[in-house]
């Protein structure tokens, strides 16, 4: 049948001659092939077509899906990030409050994780992280080791709070507000000389400040010295026993007397510009058995 002739007459009007084509069996059959093959192939793209919409959908989806996840995430360790800054404050809270009652810092210290303290910025260590199983695997172990050091701190707070009861007195005596209102504009150690240039030992913290600033005692203390002393001006010193004592200079004038007894919070004086000094600051100093310490290590406001 594939290779029989058939023959197609085709007539154009009555009168006029007839156009005659032969044609084999086997074109008909391509022909029809090549139709159905076309027919089949466009089925099956459009199935193809739907398939695709549905996976261009699915993929938007599953993308959106992500970026959500990716924002609780990163919210999720800034939150982390947050509570350990806000575990390291406390910790140095309860550094100086044992420095000011002479309790032992390594008694509590030595149960602490083996880990060690964990770095604050948790973002930055955890977010770059590709695998999402991993990262969210990490961050349970952060927020268990934080879990356990918070219980650990709430143990050493426990501790000072026991101590301080006993202690009373020493707390009242320890200088541990600021003196007055202003900013540091020379912190405690070496520093470049105002005046030569040259390298030398601060033994305290200049405050920077107004002519007149009020100065208010920062501890329970007994005046010990009220008045001009070299390149200090007026100054004033106190002692607050346990061989802890402060010092004030370049007052504008004390407001005090030698054997006076003062409370915290009381006024001592106003702050000035006497002595060797290159503006109006108060000269703030710490001393423990007559050795400068920094200020900054008693100073809890």
């Not at 409050?97 to 060690?116: C, E, F, S, T, Y």
């Not at 407001?255 to 000269?283: C, D, F, M, W």
Request: aromatic share 10%.
């Amino acid at each position: 049948m594939l290779f029989k002739k058939y023959h197609i007459v085709i007539f154009k009007n009555p009168c006029d001659n007839a156009r005659k084509f032969q044609i084999r069996g086997w074109l008909f059959f391509f022909a029809f092939t090549l139709v159905a093959g076309l027919a089949g192939g466009n089925v099956l793209l459009w199935k193809y077509y739907e398939n695709y919409s549905g996976l261009e959908k699915n993929l938007a989806h599953s993308e959106k899906a992500v970026q959500e996840q990716k924002a609780q995430l990163l919210s999720l360790s800034q939150k982390m990030q947050n509570i350990s800054q806000d575990l390291d404050r406390v910790r140095n809270f309860d550094s100086k409050l044992r420095v000011m009652i002479n309790l032992d810092q390594g008694k509590v210290q030595n149960v602490a994780p083996k880990g060690g303290s964990t770095d604050p910025d948790f973002s930055k260590n955890y977010l770059p992280l590709y695998r999402q199983e991993l990262l969210v695997r990490k961050m349970h172990d952060f927020l268990a080791q934080l879990s356990t050091e918070a219980k650990l701190e709430e143990v050493r707070q426990q501790e000072i709070i026991h101590s301080m009861r006993s202690k009373q007195d020493a707390l009242d005596s320890t200088p541990s507000i600021w003196p007055l209102e202003g900013w540091v504009t020379s912190p405690f150690g070496w520093r470049s000389s105002p005046f030569t240039g040259k390298r030398e030992y601060h033994k305290g913290i200049d405050i920077s400040c107004p002519s007149g600033t009020p100065i208010y005692a920062p501890a329970q203390g007994t005046i010990s010295f009220a008045g001009v002393q070299g390149g200090y001006g007026r100054m004033i010193k106190m002692s607050h026993g346990a061989n802890l004592s402060t010092r004030y200079a370049h007052l504008k004038r004390p407001t005090v007397k030698k054997g006076q007894v003062v409370t915290r919070g009381e006024l001592i004086g106003y702050a000035g510009n006497t002595g060797r000094s290159t503006g109006p600051h108060l000269h703030y100093e710490v001393r423990l058995g007559g050795v400068p310490v920094s200020p900054m290590r008693y100073i809890l406001n």
